[in-house]
């Protein structure tokens, strides 16, 4: 599978951002879909996971804030992003776990990943 991230970029406190995860060549029938994300020196921290039956888990620290979702063909994963604060700030990675039938933030689960995309929150 191929993941390529989209729509990061810089935006103020408070705003919003949606990225963007093209997703092809599946190779299993189920696969789970999440966004993790990371900065320098930091362990990669899993976001938000969906699953194939739409069902999704939050990391605590965006519930409310950020939304996953993936379009009715699902080859495109989103990740809405509100009320952003300078804590969000990292490199985010779009990922798949091929063949998994159920959400998860564990990064070991995931065996695809994109080259990640930079969001970047000023105060």
């Known amino acids: 599978v191929k993941l390529v991230e989209s729509g990061g970029g810089s935006v103020q406190a408070g705003g919003s951002l949606r990225l963007s995860c093209e997703v092809s060549?599946?190779?299993?029938?189920?696969?789970?879909l999440a966004w993790f994300r990371q900065g320098p020196g930091n362990e990669r921290e899993g976001v938000a996971s969906?699953?194939?039956?739409?069902?999704?888990r939050y990391a605590d620290s965006v519930k409310g804030r950020f939304t996953i979702s993936q379009d009715n063909g699902k080859n495109i994963l989103y990740l809405q992003m509100n009320n952003l604060t300078p804590e969000d700030s990292d490199t985010y990675f779009c990922a798949a776990a091929e063949g998994l039938f159920y959400v998860t933030l564990h990064v070991s689960r995931y065996n695809a990943w994109g080259q990640g995309t930079q969001v970047t929150v000023s105060l």
């Open positions: 969906i699953d194939d039956d739409g069902d999704t």
């Open positions: 060549g599946r190779s299993y029938r189920k696969n789970t």
